[in-house]
Structures are given as C-alpha cells and as structure tokens.
C-alpha cells in the first residue's frame, strides 16, 4: 500500500473521529472529564480503524490479482449486473427493470444498476456498483471508506448509526434517520462491489438488513 494511500485512509479514519465526537467544542469551553476519556477512546478506534482499512485493502487486492490472473479485469455490464438485484422484497415490488450505466476509459471500467421497489408510498431503493475495472487511488479511496463505516458506532438526537461484518467479505454500516424514519444502509462485498439502500416509514435499521439478505449476496462475493 503506497505512502499517500495511507495518508488518505488516516485522513478518513480523522474525519470519523470528529463527525463521532459531535465536532469542535465552542471557543474558550473547556471539555469535561469524561469527555477527555472519550475522546481519547475514539482515537483509539481511529488507530484500529486504519489497521482495519489497511488489512481490507490488502484482502482485496489479493482478490484483485486472483480476477487479473483469469482475465476478469473490467466490470460486470449493468445490463447483467441488475440480475443480482431482486425483483421483490417483503410485499414491495420493482418499479421495471434495473437501470444503469457502465462507464470504461483508460484504467477504468465502472457499472452501477439502480432499482425502486415500492409498496404503497414506501420504498426501498437499492444501488449496486462494480468497481473491478477502477483499480486506482479514487475508487480505492472510495471502497475502503465504506469498509471502514463498519468499525463505527454512534448516536445522537437525529440519526444513530452501527457497523456490521457479515463473513470475511461483506463489511458496512447501518443509519437511521430518526426525525425522517429513513434507514440507510452501505456495504462492501468483496473489496469490489458497493451496496447502497434505503427505505423510509422505518421504526429502525432492522427491516433494511433484512432486505439486504435479499441481493445475491453469496454470488457477488464469489466474483
């Protein structure tokens, strides 16, 4: 993993830290005991943090290289990639076929598949890229910032947000918007594909999750 790699996964981890501690105190408020202490436990977690980036990079690199050896080197093509996506879930039912777009230049092939499912005036949408043609610093950056959403937890009046891990190959993060009743949910399955959901008139994340289990998971991780 190069130098400015690195530098860029500290710079995430840095952003995580303070978005966790609710920001900067007011000029001249002085912190309390209690908030040093959880201060100093968050940057805790930044360290490990950029350990577990750094070993999430390195895992999908292997898996990289594995894809090179047997000529799997560009994205899968949005018209096959929205096959992995449902056409039903729990009641809501898909508003058409998938829809999308893959996008190639020089050392970059990048497919992203978007559906809406609705029942009634809810909603779940789900967003599937591939990025096995981006092998460069952007989507890199991209990837292991969804990866490392799974080592945070945190909570305030209007959103709380979890990490979860899913096997070796599916890491992401769970939010719930509380004032709006929006779940939201990201993952990243095999250091390649990205998933992005949401669903409103949600009571929590817990639905979401489940809906989640509904994409062919199990295949994706496989490519």
Not at 206 to 223: D, G, H, P, T, V
């Amino acid at each position: 993993m190069n130098k400015s790699f690195k530098m860029s996964i500290a710079a995430l981890a840095l952003v995580a830290v303070l978005a966790a501690c609710g920001g900067s105190k007011p000029e001249n408020q002085e912190m309390e005991e209690g908030e040093e202490v959880g201060v100093t436990n968050m940057l805790d977690k930044a360290e490990d943090m950029i350990k577990a980036a750094e070993q999430s990079q390195k895992d999908a690199n292997k898996k990289l290289e594995e894809r090179i050896k047997r000529g799997d080197t560009l994205a899968i093509p949005y018209s096959e990639l929205g096959k992995f996506l449902p056409d039903e879930i729990d009641g809501y039912k898909a508003e058409g076929e998938a829809k999308g777009e893959t996008t190639s230049m020089p050392g970059m092939s990048v497919s992203v598949v978007r559906k809406r499912l609705t029942k009634g005036q809810d909603y779940v949408n789900i967003e599937l890229s591939d990025y096995n043609g981006g092998a460069n610093a952007v989507s890199q950056g991209a990837l292991t910032m969804f990866s490392m959403a799974a080592e945070i937890s945190m909570e305030n009046n209007d959103m709380k947000q979890t990490g979860f891990k899913q096997g070796e190959d599916i890491k992401g993060s769970l939010i719930y918007q509380k004032n709006r009743q929006v779940a939201e949910l990201s993952a990243v399955i095999g250091g390649r594909f990205l998933v992005k959901m949401e669903a409103n008139n949600q009571k929590d994340t817990e639905k979401l999750k489940e809906y989640f289990q509904k994409i062919s998971l199990n295949e994706l991780a496989a490519r």
